[in-house]
C-alpha cells in the first residue's frame, strides 16, 4: 500500500487525511489498518514515533462511523475505549482521534486522574462514542457507576508494557471483566517481553500480529553515547552539555521525582531555565510545563519516566539520561522522544560506578553498546566503569589526537567507537556564549559547587 485512498478508509477521513498532508501511511499504519477493518484482533509491536496511533485510530473511526445510529447514545454508554498508561499519552491519544474524526461527528472523551473528576461524569453522562482512559481513573468511574462499558465493541490497550511496569495488570483484568466477550481488541507495545505475551493471550483472540522494527530496538536515527563521569560531578557535567548550540530543546530524564526537582535547582543555579513534570505535579502543572516546551518557551525539560511516553514533539534535538532507568525496557522509551518525524537525535546517558549493571542490562536487551565519550577538562573519569581507553587525562588524549593528525602510529583516543560512531565531538563540550537555552550570565554556566554536597546515595524508587 503506498497511498491512504487505498486502504478503504471512509472519505471524511481521507479528506481530512489529505488536508492534514498525510498522503503515505508508515508501515505499521499500512500494515495494521487493512487487518483491523476486516475485524481481527491485533497485536502491535512498533516504536514510539512511526505513526502507531493513526494505526489504531483511522480504522476504529471507520468502524464506528459505519455503525452509528441515529437517535441519542445510551446514557453513560462507550463503544471504543481506549487505555493508556499516562495521562500525557491519554491526551495526545484523544486529541489525535479529534483531529482525524473532526468529519464524522462522534463523541469522543478523556478521562484521567490528576484532574477533578465531577466534570468527567458529566462529560460521560451522555454517552461516548470513543473514550480514551488511564486505568486507575476508568475504574474510579465504573466504581461511581458513572460509565458502562457493555457497549464496548472496540478495545485499546496502548503502551501495554508500561502498563504492566506501573503495576495496571490487575486493574486491566477488572477492566476486561466488565467488557463484553465479543469485541476487537488491539494490543500495541513498543517492546515484546514474555509478560506481554502472556497478556495477549488473555485479552487477544487468535490475533494477527504486526511487527515493524526488532523487538526492543532502539530508534535507527538516534546516536547513542556515553560518559563515564562520577555521581557527584554529574549536575555540573549536564549543565555544561546543555549550553553546547547544538543542543535546541532537551529532555533530561532522571530516576526519581525528588531527583527531578533537585535537579531543576541545580540547572538554575548554572544559569538554565527547566521545568520539571513528574507525577506529584498536578495535571494542570503538567500540561503547563509540556505545552511551554512544546511553544519553545522553556528548552529543557526534566522528567521521570511518565513522561517517556507522553511527549510528542518532533522538535527535541538531544535526550539526557541523567539516571539510567532500573527498568531496562524503559531506555528504549526515553530516546525515542527525540529523532521523531524523520529526523535525527542524540541520546546522551550520563552513567556512575552504582550503575554499570543497569548498563549492561540496556545494552543486552537494544544490542547496542554505548559509545563512550571523553570527558571535558576538569572532570575526573569513574574509572570503575569507563573503558580502558578512556582512563586517559585529558593531556594524554591531547597527544594521542595531535600524533594521530601528524600521521603518527599513536593509539586511538576516546573510547571505541561502534555503530553510532564519529557523530559526535570529542572532547570540550563546554557552554558557549549565546547558547540559546541559556540565560544572560556572565559566569561560565558550570554550576554552583554547593549544590553537589548533597549525597550521592541513590534516593529510595518511587512511581513516576
Same mark, same amino acid.
Given at each position: ?23 503515505? #501511511? ?58 493508556? #498508561? ?18 464524522? %461527528? ?9 484532574? #477533578? ?18 486505568? %486507575? ?8 457507576? *458513572? ?21 495496571? /495488570? ?11 466477550k465479543k469485541r476487537q481488541t488491539l494490543l500495541f507495545s513498543a517492546t515484546m517481553p514474555k509478560e506481554i505475551e502472556a497478556l495477549s493471550q488473555q485479552f487477544l483472540t487468535n490475533p494477527e500480529k504486526v511487527s515493524v522494527a526488532p523487538v526492543s530496538s532502539t530508534a535507527e536515527r538516534v546516536n547513542q553515547s556515553a560518559y563515564f563521569v562520577k555521581q557527584k560531578d554529574k549536575a555540573v557535567l549536564l549543565s555544561r552539555l546543555l549550553k553546547d548550540r547544538e543542543v535546541?530543546?532537551? /529532555? ?6 525528588? %531527583? +527531578? ?14 521545568? +520539571? ?29 511518565? *513522561? ?32 521523531? *518525524? ?31 565519550? #571523553? ?62 537555552n541559556a540565560r544572560k550570565s556572565s559566569g561560565n554556566g558550570g554550576g554552583n559547587g554547593n549544590s553537589q554536597r548533597r549525597s550521592s546515595r541513590r534516593p529510595a524508587r518511587t512511581s513516576s
Amino acid at each position: 500500500m503506498t497511498h491512504f485512498n487505498e486502504l478503504g478508509l471512509a472519505a471524511p477521513l481521507l479528506k481530512t487525511l489529505e488536508a492534514l498532508g498525510y498522503s503515505t #501511511p508508515t508501515p505499521i499504519q499500512a500494515q495494521s489498518i487493512p487487518i483491523l477493518l476486516e475485524g481481527h484482533d491485533l497485536l502491535g509491536i512498533a516504536q514510539t514515533g512511526t505513526g502507531k496511533t493513526a494505526s489504531f485510530a483511522l480504522p476504529i473511526l471507520h468502524q464506528l462511523n459505519l455503525s452509528q445510529k441515529d437517535g441519542e447514545r445510551p446514557k453513560k454508554s462507550v463503544r471504543g475505549l481506549v487505555l493508556a #498508561p499516562t495521562r500525557e499519552l491519554a491526551t495526545q491519544i484523544g486529541n489525535s482521534f479529534r483531529e482525524y474524526g473532526k468529519l464524522l %461527528g462522534l463523541r469522543i472523551n478523556v478521562v484521567m486522574g490528576g484532574v #477533578p473528576i465531577g466534570k468527567q461524569i458529566r462529560a460521560l453522562e451522555k454517552g461516548t462514542d470513543v473514550l480514551i482512559a488511564t486505568p %486507575g481513573r476508568l475504574e474510579d468511574l465504573m466504581q461511581q457507576k *458513572a460509565v458502562t462499558l457493555n457497549h464496548v465493541t472496540h478495545l485499546v490497550l496502548d503502551e501495554a508494557d508500561q502498563m504492566l511496569d506501573m503495576g495496571f /495488570i490487575h486493574v486491566l483484568k477488572r477492566i476486561a471483566s466488565a467488557l463484553p466477550k465479543k469485541r476487537q481488541t488491539l494490543l500495541f507495545s513498543a517492546t515484546m517481553p514474555k509478560e506481554i505475551e502472556a497478556l495477549s493471550q488473555q485479552f487477544l483472540t487468535n490475533p494477527e500480529k504486526v511487527s515493524v522494527a526488532p523487538v526492543s530496538s532502539t530508534a535507527e536515527r538516534v546516536n547513542q553515547s556515553a560518559y563515564f563521569v562520577k555521581q557527584k560531578d554529574k549536575a555540573v557535567l549536564l549543565s555544561r552539555l546543555l549550553k553546547d548550540r547544538e543542543v535546541t530543546r532537551a /529532555i533530561v530524564f532522571t530516576r526519581t521525582k525528588h %531527583g +527531578a526537582n533537585r535537579l531543576v535547582g541545580q540547572l538554575d543555579k548554572a544559569n538554565l531555565d527547566a521545568l +520539571a513534570i513528574h507525577g506529584n505535579k498536578t495535571q494542570n502543572q503538567r500540561q503547563k510545563a509540556l505545552n511551554a516546551f512544546r511553544d519553545g518557551e522553556c528548552a529543557i525539560l526534566v522528567a521521570t519516566d511518565v *513522561a517517556a511516553r507522553g511527549i510528542d514533539i518532533p522538535q527535541v534535538s538531544h535526550v539526557f539520561n541523567f539516571d539510567l532507568p532500573e527498568v531496562p525496557e524503559q531506555y528504549v522509551h526515553r530516546i525515542g522522544r527525540t529523532a521523531r *518525524a524523520g529526523r535525527e537525535g542524540e541520546a546522551v546517558s550520563l552513567i556512575c560506578d552504582g550503575e554499570r549493571n543497569l548498563l549492561r542490562a540496556i545494552e543486552r536487551l537494544t544490542d547496542v553498546k554505548l559509545d563512550g565519550l #571523553p570527558l571535558p577538562d576538569g572532570f575526573t573519569q569513574d574509572v570503575k566503569d569507563a573503558p580502558a581507553e578512556m582512563t586517559k587525562s585529558p593531556r594524554d588524549r591531547r597527544k594521542d589526537e595531535f600524533a594521530q593528525n601528524s600521521g603518527g602510529k599513536s593509539g586511538k583516543s576516546g573510547a571505541g567507537r561502534g555503530r553510532n560512531s564519529g557523530k559526535r565531538p570529542s572532547g570540550n563540550r563546554g557552554g558557549r556564549d549565546g547558547a540559546p537555552n541559556a540565560r544572560k550570565s556572565s559566569g561560565n554556566g558550570g554550576g554552583n559547587g554547593n549544590s553537589q554536597r548533597r549525597s550521592s546515595r541513590r534516593p529510595a524508587r518511587t512511581s513516576s
